[in-house]
């Protein structure tokens, strides 16, 4: 589908929105609803990703927000989370664009704008993100946004899964970093 010429809106979480924004991030990572999109995390892991009072955290932590993207009905496309390492590294995470919505682009607008949040509230700029070692397709798509494998791995937290487990017992993550001054970031006008 194409979402080139979607209006998207986006703002900052607050602990409010956890309660919708749960079931939005699992649809996207985990379970059947997931597999409506190219890439998900269904065959590695048969838990909840996370619940609301995780979500909530993430929210609430200084120098961490959760961006959320609604299209012109207010109806939520997609999110991310961003936050700012004590050594002024941007990191994000919990990237998921609504399964029927994927590949038409939203996720190339949300990356390139959690991008220039990080550099425009807390002026990074580099970015780091960690992406399951499993996922070729993934680690491709982040090379085509400017990504670069580091080659530090980081081990997969098996014990912090939310009510469920993992499928697989080899998973760890591999941390990719991008330089935004190498790659100057597009101020996003959403
Ligand atoms: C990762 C995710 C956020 C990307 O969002 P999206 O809206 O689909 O992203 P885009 O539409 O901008 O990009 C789609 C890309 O997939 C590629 N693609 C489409 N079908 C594909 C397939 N079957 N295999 C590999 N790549 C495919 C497209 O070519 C496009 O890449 P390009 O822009 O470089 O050409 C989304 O897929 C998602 O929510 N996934 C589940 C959660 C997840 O895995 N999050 C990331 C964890 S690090």
Do not use: H
């Amino acid at each position: 589908m194409s979402n080139g010429s979607l209006d998207l809106n986006f703002r900052v979480a607050v602990a409010d929105d956890a309660v919708e924004l749960q079931p939005f991030v699992r649809s996207a990572y985990r379970g059947e609803s997931s597999r409506k999109g190219w890439t998900t995390e269904a065959d590695l892991l048969a838990d909840e990703r996370i619940d609301v009072e995780g979500l909530k955290e993430k929210i609430t932590t200084p120098d961490s927000a959760v961006l959320l993207a609604t299209d012109d009905a207010g109806v939520l496309v997609a999110c991310c989370e961003v936050a700012k390492s004590a050594d002024g590294v941007g990191y994000f995470g919990m990237f998921a664009v609504d399964p029927d919505r994927q590949g038409g682009g939203l996720g190339r607008r949300v990356l390139e704008y959690a991008e220039g949040y990080c550099s425009r509230v807390w002026g990074v700029t580099k970015m780091e993100m960690s992406v399951i070692w499993t996922r070729e397709e993934l680690i491709s798509w982040y090379v085509r946004r400017g990504y670069k494998k580091t080659g530090v791995q980081k081990p997969f937290p098996y014990a912090e899964l939310v009510n469920g487990v993992a499928l697989r017992d080899d998973l760890y993550f591999e941390v990719m970093e991008k330089d935004l001054t190498a790659d100057p970031v597009v101020s996003s006008t959403a």
